[in-house]
């Protein structure tokens, strides 16, 4: 019944299983033998044995048996036969115990109503991407025999994501015994260095770079350029960057430590670094200058001018006055941010200005919203960039539903439209946090430099 072409076949499913079935011959030995039996009396193949899923089991599910075994066993075997199943699945969105056990071939009622109900299970399919496929090891009565999981849990202090393994084993008396364990993932770092030959994510794929560095790459850049259009061949991409493995296995991505972009004779490099007291991290040019913008171009960008800065005749009082701020087009009830990190001066009526915010921002600077339909701040608040402050409102004196805004430099009114020449370019790093950047950051700008200057040799090299 097993011709050549499908004998080919079982190998390589044989190899892929072998180690679900060197576990399950360890945990079940005369399961797996009984097995192994039924196996070898449909088939000529001697010693290798394949036998096809049963229609009834999910497409993906595939026997296999793999067995050295001596006459005896073999004859024992005959005695008792009972197929194990090596199956596996992700967990889906929305998914269900249910509905997970059934892609695993578990159909034991008991099983499922017990699993059904477990906390632990339950966490399980609404962790949502699990770095590891969940396994189970089912028999033909679908009847479940083992299954192994691992899920994530919240990163706490730990600097390494932490994971929960969850095992669950059938007993002597087939109940279910339900464990987890705390794992900690391995961290590793790589360095890569990518020649631009075409696109930036095919450079970055044939590089073995995964896909979600590429996304934090082009994040981490976006303020000073765009890198998916601005890159033209011979260009030249280094990362040093973390990989997490569990048991020894490249499980997920992690951080975008370092990079270096090469590009029409300049080079822009950045690095990771997070000041105490916060986890999230920012990154900066090896001299600790932030490449984060810390000021918005405006508070409603891409938002029509209906009124520049400047003299004007008033549409309101019918004088030539000035302007003080711009007028920005904007339903009643937009949504308006802070355009820079600051703390609230003013939250309140102030008559022309209606409803109005006023910002006091690091280094002399103030900005102005007015008009608005509502406030969501109070005075002394902190604020940070891009914080909703208000609405955009009609109120005070105004002709029409807009956003009045105004930019101070150093008590001084100052052209809304040239505020970016005003304010500084990145986040500089806290205070006090020079010397602790530079150790954090020795090396990897010294792994960067590596990455760089590896040529093609040092793709994907491992630098732990
Ligand atoms: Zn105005």
């Known amino acids: 019944m097993v011709d050549s072409a499908r004998s080919k076949n079982a190998v390589l499913r044989i190899t892929q299983l072998s180690t679900e079935l060197i576990a399950a011959l360890r ?20 010693a290798w044995a394949l036998v096809e899923a049963q229609p009834q ?30 199956n596996s699945t992700t967990v889906r969105r929305q998914d269900t115990v249910q509905q997970l056990l059934k892609r ?9 109503k017990q ?47 932490l994971w929960r393994a969850l095992l ?31 696109a930036l994510s095919t450079a970055l794929g044939q590089s073995g770079v995964p896909a979600a560095i590429g996304t934090q790459l082009v994040k981490v850049f976006a303020p000073q350029m765009d890198l998916r259009r601005s890159l033209r061949k011979g260009d030249q991409v280094a990362l040093v ?4 493995a569990l048991d020894g296995r490249e499980v997920r991505p992690g951080r975008l430590l370092a990079a270096e972009i090469r590009t029409h004779g300049t080079t822009r490099q950045a690095v990771w670094f997070a000041a105490s007291g916060d986890a999230k991290g920012a990154y900066y040019t090896p001299a600790g200058q932030g490449l984060e ?18 003299m004007r005749l008033h549409p309101v009082r019918g004088i030539r006055e000035m302007h003080e701020g711009v007028d920005y087009a904007a339903h009643i009830g937009t949504p308006v941010p802070s355009v ?39 005075p002394g608040q902190a604020v940070s960039e891009g914080e909703l402050i208000g609405k955009s409102g009609n109120s005070g004196t105004s002709t029409g539903p807009h956003l009045h805004f105004e930019f101070h430099s150093a008590g001084r009114l100052v052209d809304p439209q040239r505020m970016a020449s005003y304010v500084p370019q990145g986040k500089p790093l806290p205070p006090g946090e020079k010397a602790a950047f530079f150790a954090a950051t020795a090396v990897m700008r010294t792994q960067l430099a590596q990455a760089a200057g590896g040529g093609d040799a040092a793709q994907l090299a491992r630098a732990d």
Not at 104 to 112: F, I, N, S
Not at 365 to 374: C, D, K, N, W
């Open 27 to 46: 945990a079940h030995p005369r399961r797996v033998a009984a097995g192994v039996g039924s196996a070898l009396l449909l088939s000529s193949a001697g």
């Open 57 to 86: 089991l999910p497409p993906r599910a595939t026997v296999a048996t793999v067995y050295d075994a001596g006459v005896a066993a073999q004859t024992e075997a005959i005695a008792s036969a009972d197929l194990h199943y090596a």
């Open 104 to 112: 695993l071939g578990v159909t034991d009622p008991a099983a499922v």
């Open 115 to 161: 699993l059904g109900a477990d906390a632990r299970m339950r966490a399980l399919v609404t962790a949502g991407a699990t770095p590891e496929p969940v396994r189970a090891l089912v028999n033909a009565q679908g009847e479940l025999l083992q299954l192994s999981a691992t899920l994530p849990l919240p990163a706490g202090d730990s600097a390494v994501p």
């Open 168 to 198: 669950v084993r059938a007993g002597q008396d087939g109940a279910l015994e339900v464990s987890t364990t705390e794992r900690q993932m391995e961290v590793r770092t790589r360095l890569a260095n990518v020649p631009v030959r075409g």
């Open 241 to 244: 960057y973390q990989v997490h």
């Open 293 to 310: 913008k810390a000021w918005a171009s405006s508070p409603l960008p891409g938002a029509k001018i209906t009124s520049p800065f400047g």
């Open 340 to 378: 820079a990190d600051g703390r609230v001066k003013f939250a309140g009526v102030q008559s022309g200005y209606g409803n109005v915010v006023k910002i006091g921002h690091p280094g002399g600077f103030e900005t102005v919203y007015a008009h608005l339909s509502s406030i969501a701040v109070k």
